[in-house]
């Protein structure tokens, strides 16, 4: 099953660096390749108080809502205040939330948006308003659905937020592979970080991957949430790093085999990517492509609770 909320969207400026056409793209690309069945493409419900306020503050939650968020909070976002803004958010993070019960059932699941793994508790940034991985994660976990959850964030940024909010919680280990020099240019710590310096390849990354897997999959978590960001790619306008799509491929092989080693549940979100949009599009229908070949070999993992 793939989750998509493009329907959902937001005016922007022609000039505006956010690439919010990426994902009506993207969907429509999914659909052209049959790679998901149109009945398993589905709007998924939005993320309701009680989701966002087991990880977000109150009050920063009803500034969101109420449109008072100060000047300086909306800069660190990246995007200015509407009403859209806040059904597209809650719908991202829904999305997220889907995938991961419909993974827990099937084995994996997408949501063809997400990865806004830049927002923390109590702020946004970065383009990420609600955090959807921490938000997907405390729901599944309050249902009792799992106890021990990885992230696996391969988007070519720190996800500073993610690793805040888990910090000291050993239920949840925040694995981070990203570059050394970029944003964000204060770091957070995750449980492991791999940095990687500019103009990094696709031996180094995949390198870093392995070690990476290793590690964040050692402690048999009941679920992984996949951050399958498309700018660690060459032509990446922001990313700094030198993955081919060859590489890019190979590093969704990879989280997809070493998941289905420990028959480990796997939900997508696809995170940032700043080259032509053609391009990214591109990148990120692989990741849609490496997902589904997973779900043809993946035995059923039984019915989710929540």
Known sequence: KAFYSDTFTLRLPPEHRFPMGKYRRLRRSVLAAGLIDARHL????????????RVHDAGYVERVRS???????????????????????????????AAGRAALADGVAVNLAGGTHHAFTDRGEGFCVFNDVAVATRALQ???SVERVAVIDCDVHQGNGTAAIFAGDPRVFTLSIHG?????FVKE???????????AGDAEYLAA????LDRALAGRPELAFYIAGADPYRG???GRLALSRYGLAERDRRVFGACATRALPVAVVMGGGYAAVEQV?????????????????????????G
């Open 142 to 144: 309050a249902a009792g």
């Open 67 to 97: 449109g008072t968020l100060s000047d300086r909070e909306l800069r660190r976002i990246g995007f200015p205040w509407s009403p859209a803004l806040i059904e597209r958010s809650r719908r991202s993070v829904g999305g997220t939330l």
């Open 180 to 184: 050394r020099g970029n944003y964000p």
């Open 42 to 53: 589905r709007v998924p419900p939005p993320a309701t108080d009680e989701d966002l306020l």
């Open 209 to 212: 991957l392995d070690t990476g």
């Open 281 to 305: 599009v591109v990148i990120h229908l692989e990741t849609v492509r490496a997902a589904s070949a997973a779900l043809a070999n993946a035995a059923p993992q039984g019915g989710a609770g």
């Open 236 to 238: 990446d306008r922001y």
């Open 189 to 199: 710590r995750s449980d492991l970080d791999l940095e990687l310096a500019d103009g």
